[in-house]
């Protein structure tokens, strides 16, 4: 089988199991536990022959103060080596909770200039659901791979930015979290952390493009999305962390919208330097 060039934000668990045998394929395991809910087990399967891609400490700033921080170029281009990612790599990634943290780790790469990558829809769930080939965890040494990160300062803001963008009304802000912790109705999962939003946000639960471990089919995520925006706008999506706001930029590329950006930070880095 030839070397993959991915075109598609999201590829399906069928198209990745006719196209595990390509030379240039990586697959990658970005998953993470949830913050919000119960379901914070860890599976100890993987789709075959897959790498694990970590969020939490390898690709983010361990120096920050905030979970989940954009990683340098350097640090990034020295831990994608080391998995063996090379530059002309087609990267699919995803997590065991179907839809999560996987695009987050799609959202770096994007960010670090590696176009040639895609979600797998409805991750691990959906592949083991089909009833494709899997294996137990294991450790694998990777031989060091010639990824280069080139960061595109479009793809992230932070929070000057995002202050500027709110006091302005320049962008639209678009908050993943659910309904009830944008609107204060719940406390916020991480301790010691205020409830509240980001003035002049709006609110789209990351869940609400979701039907069960998939995606919603891409005519149903773009009509939500042109229900709330304009195809033109500015949009920042931000969430608690900046993990699942990364899943509304997911469903915005996939729904033909160009200028978007994700708040590195998130409510987090906000409720924290914001008084209320």
Request: glycine letters at 6%; aromatic letters at 10%.
């Amino acid at each position: 089988m030839g070397r993959l060039v991915i075109s598609e934000p999201v590829v399906s668990v069928e198209w990745l199991h006719s196209n595990l045998n390509a030379e240039n394929i990586i697959i990658l395991d970005a998953s993470i536990k949830k913050v919000v809910g119960n379901d914070n087990s860890k599976s100890e399967i993987q789709i075959p022959n897959t790498c694990f891609f970590d969020l939490k400490n390898a690709f983010s700033d361990p120096s920050a103060q905030f979970p989940s921080t954009f990683p340098s170029e350097e640090q990034f281009t020295k831990e994608a080596q080391a998995l063996g990612i090379n530059k002309d790599s087609a990267i699919v990634v995803y997590d065991d909770k179907g839809i999560y943290s996987s695009a987050r780790a799609w959202w770096l790469f994007k960010a670090m200039g590696h176009n040639n990558v895609a979600v797998l829809n409805g991750g691990l769930p959906e592949w083991i659901q089909s009833g494709y080939k899997k294996e137990a965890k294991k450790e694998v040494q990777f031989s060091k791979g010639n990824f280069e990160a080139h960061y595109q300062s479009k793809f992230m803001k932070f929070f000057d930015d995002v202050k500027q963008a709110s006091l302005s009304k320049s962008h639209t802000i678009m908050d993943a979290r659910s309904e009830a912790r944008f609107k204060s109705l719940v406390p916020e999962p991480r301790e010691g952390l205020r409830s509240g939003t980001i003035p002049n946000s709006v609110n789209l639960p990351y869940e609400d493009l979701l039907e069960g471990n998939v995606l919603k089919p891409r005519d149903v995520i773009e009509a939500k999305f042109r229900k709330m925006v304009q195809k033109e706008a500015l949009i920042i999506f931000s969430c608690g962390s900046g993990i699942t706001a990364c899943v509304l930029a997911l469903g915005a590329e996939m729904s033909g919208y160009k200028n978007i950006s994700v708040y590195d930070g998130s409510w987090t880095e906000w409720g924290s330097l914001v008084p209320e």
